[in-house]
């Protein structure tokens, strides 16, 4: 069975510093991974995703993962957060050849300060 | 830019009684996902819909539970006699083809209330 997790609940930054948003999976075989966010009243926004090639992939508003096999991980990652950026993270996996369900984590809440 | 749309975006209903929730997918896209996440949980997947058929299904789609497209614009989940742990937000996704190279667009949900 596949599964993620997102070992914090909350990550605070400063605006201007970067940020990590941390995600590790469980899965048979290769992965696919993905990256959604969802703000206030809104559904789930698809921000980037993993399939094959290179192991940093960069998606929407400057964010980026990096993809790490030994360490099965994905984490998402920003240069320089901003307060717009405040929103609750999801990180997703999906089994090669596994059909299209997406097993999501428990999300993480981001909260960028001024 | 085209968005999943869903209808209402909060229900509340009593224990026993039959919920219908709408969902209208982005026009181009054949398959359709409803999912749902129990407060303070996990999002999890319910079922994928393609050709009028479900593609896949997960455990909690039990036989309380359909899906149905009436017309060539809405994506609906029916719930057939409610239960208090039914109370979720249900998202409903579509994606223009199967398989991850197709991203899921979601909606913004509707809450369920079951009192």
């Known amino acids: 069975a596949q599964s993620v997790a997102q070992p914090e609940d909350q990550v605070n930054v400063a605006e201007g510093n970067p940020l990590t948003v941390k995600c590790t999976y469980s899965?048979?075989?290769?992965?696919?991974l993905f990256w959604y966010v969802q703000y206030p009243n809104r559904g789930l926004q698809f921000l980037l995703k993993y399939i094959t090639g290179d192991n940093l992939v960069k998606g929407s508003y400057g964010f980026e993962a990096e993809f790490n096999k030994s360490q099965t991980s994905f984490h998402l990652k920003k240069p320089s957060a901003l307060v717009s950026d405040s929103a609750l993270y999801f990180c997703?996996?999906?089994?090669?050849?596994?059909?299209?369900?997406?097993?999501f984590g428990t999300g993480t809440q981001l909260k960028v300060e001024l | 830019e085209p968005e999943v749309t869903q209808t209402p975006s909060h229900q509340v209903t009593q224990m026993g009684q039959e919920v219908i929730l709408r969902c209208v997918p982005i026009s181009n896209h054949l398959y359709f996902y409803w999912y749902r996440q129990i407060l303070g949980q996990k999002v999890e997947f319910l079922v994928s819909f393609y050709n009028n058929e479900i593609s896949e299904k997960s455990e909690i789609f039990d036989d309380q539970f359909s899906v149905e497209r009436p017309d060539g614009s809405n994506f609906t989940l029916k719930i057939r006699s409610t239960k208090l742990e039914d109370s979720a937000m249900y998202f409903c996704?579509?994606?223009?083809?199967?398989?991850?190279?197709?991203?899921?667009?979601f909606g913004p949900g509707t809450r369920l209330t079951v009192t």
């Open positions: 996704a579509s994606s223009e083809l199967a398989g991850a190279y197709y991203e899921q667009y």
């Open positions: 899965v048979s075989g290769n992965p696919y």
């Open positions: 997703a996996v999906s089994p090669q050849g596994g059909g299209n369900k997406l097993t």
